[in-house]
């Protein structure tokens, strides 16, 4: 079974605007990942927020973590075309270190 | 650095037969994943493996999947026989051992159809 539930399951927005999608989860963790999949091919790893984080900055992402509501934002800024791709979060428990736990993911289609 | 190199892509296969995949990690990755991911679906763990050990198979259908990780890199993924819900892409990932925040690294995937 899934360990995360992803908000919205999908997006589709125009070149230049904002994408937002959140993720929640069950377990306390170590630590939160965001990942994305283009289509055919393996999950690529964006960033990576600590349990002690709150917020983290790479390029055009923007992560949040709520380690109290058990949730987590991405951001991506200026959205792109290239930027069409699933989304997936991955919770690293800290009752079992390493078991990665993905949830269901966001589809984001970026229309030019 | 080479990526996690995974084959074959694709494997057509019908019911009750048998199929394996390949995996090599990335040189110096000492833990080893196989997800399994259905169409529309995120990607659920199947089994991590630390060197040649395995540190967790509890969601690995045993009565039809095994995987081993000889010498502790390379690993295969088998199942037999397969059944029509076993289609799915399989995916691959490695990560260094001991590093606590450490992405995985993940290939491209077997992407099996059952008929």
């Known amino acids: 079974s899934q360990q995360g539930e992803e908000d919205p399951q999908a997006l589709s927005i125009q070149e230049g605007e904002n994408a937002t999608m959140n993720c929640s989860y069950k377990?306390?963790?170590?630590?939160l990942q965001w990942y994305r999949q283009n289509s055919g091919r393996g999950l690529v790893h964006l960033i990576l927020i600590r349990s002690n984080e709150r917020e983290k900055h790479s390029g055009r992402l923007r992560v949040t973590l709520d380690t109290s509501k058990k949730s987590s934002s991405l951001l991506i800024t200026a959205s792109r075309a290239a930027d069409t791709a699933s989304y997936f979060c991955a919770m690293d428990p800290t009752d079992s270190w390493g078991k990665f736990q993905f949830g269901a993911g966001t589809q984001v289609v970026v229309t030019p | 650095e080479a990526g996690v190199a995974q084959s074959p892509r694709y494997k057509i296969i019908e019911k009750r037969q048998s199929v394996a995949f390949w995996c090599n990690p990335i040189s110096g990755h000492a833990t080893l994943y196989w997800y399994q991911q259905i169409l529309g679906q995120g990607p659920k763990l199947l089994i991590q493996?630390?060197?040649?050990?395995?540190?967790?198979d509890s969601q690995l259908p045993k009565d039809r999947f095994s995987a081993e990780r000889l010498k502790g890199v390379d690993s295969t993924l088998k199942i037999q026989p397969a059944k029509l819900e076993d289609s799915a892409v399989y995916l691959c990932a490695s990560t260094l051992q001991g590093i606590s925040n450490s992405p995985l690294h993940f290939g491209n995937g077997t992407r099996l159809t059952v008929t």
């Open positions: 377990t306390s963790i170590n630590n």
């Open positions: 493996f630390q060197n040649n050990g395995v540190v967790d």
